[in-house]
């Protein structure tokens, strides 16, 4: 951990609590084991793809430090699963973002409202291209949220802004600058977050958001990771910490799944 931080603060010669490094939603990496401890009281249903593989291996990672378990299982069948504090199910399919609000929707009614559980489901990267017509989808995905708020009030629904990307750079990415052409990641990061946006300014208020793409984005300093197209600087996910463009390594795994712990843990807002 510490040449971790080494390695990523250390031209820049700043001093970096390692607190403070996964810190969004959390007080601090010391309560990890505290959050596992309260969620382990209560019942959540996360419905994803392949992030939410590496954010839930993340999870394990905090278990295996803190020797804290919540028992995780991964079904579609939910009533076979009542003991079980966090349910995890494959969602629509990538590249399909209206078919998964609709596999959501149709997922929620076997939910026991009994339960009184927190449920939530993720788009992927891959859900978004530079031809998304975001206002459509969002209208789409809003309505169907707020359908489901309406119909299960004993459900605490939850929604999660879209994961970033870490963008093209080295010497490719400067070639298709120079000729004029957008490097990998570019338009898709814009597509997201111009959802995103909608998601943060519409929700506020109405549903708890857990601010998947923010964290993504924040560098280890607090500050944003960005690149700069057409005059403009658009926010993106930091490369180290990705194992491609858009999925988590374990470093990324870690500090996004401790602060989905904080979130669920705390007083989501």
């Not at 909608?198 to 601010?211: C, H, K, W």
């Not at 993106?236 to 390594?249: I, K, Q, R, T």
Request: hydrophobic share 40%; with cysteine.
């Amino acid at each position: 951990m510490v040449m971790l931080l080494i390695l990523f603060t250390g031209c820049r010669k700043e001093s970096i609590e390692t607190d403070r490094f996964y810190k969004m939603y959390g007080s601090g990496t010391g309560d990890a084991g505290e959050f596992i401890r309260q969620l382990a009281d209560q019942k959540v249903y996360f419905g994803h793809q392949s992030v939410g593989y590496n954010i839930l291996d993340g999870v394990q990672q905090w278990e295996d430090e803190t020797g804290e378990d919540l028992s995780m299982v991964l079904s579609r069948d939910f009533a076979s699963v009542k003991d079980i504090p966090l349910v995890h199910f494959k969602i629509g399919t990538n590249g399909d973002p209206r078919g998964k609000v609709d596999d959501f929707v149709a997922l929620v009614d076997q939910i026991p409202e009994e339960e009184q559980a927190t449920v939530f489901f993720k788009f992927c990267f891959a859900d978004f291209n530079e031809n998304t017509e975001v206002d459509d989808l969002f209208d789409y995905f809003r309505e169907k949220m707020l359908y489901l708020k309406d119909n299960h009030p004993n459900i605490n629904f939850l929604v999660s802004t879209v994961p970033a990307m870490a963008v093209q750079k080295g010497w490719r990415g400067l070639a298709k600058r120079i000729l004029g052409r957008a490097p990998y990641g570019y338009l898709q990061n814009m597509k997201l977050f111009e959802f995103n946006q909608r998601i943060l300014t519409e929700f506020n208020g109405v549903l708890p958001v857990f601010d998947l793409a923010g964290i993504e984005a924040s560098r280890p300093d607090g500050s944003r990771e960005t690149f700069r197209y057409r005059g403009s600087e658009h926010a993106c996910m930091p490369s180290y910490y990705a194992s491609d463009f858009g999925h988590l390594n374990d470093f990324g795994a870690r500090m996004v799944s401790y602060n989905l712990l904080a979130f669920l843990a705390g007083d989501q807002k």
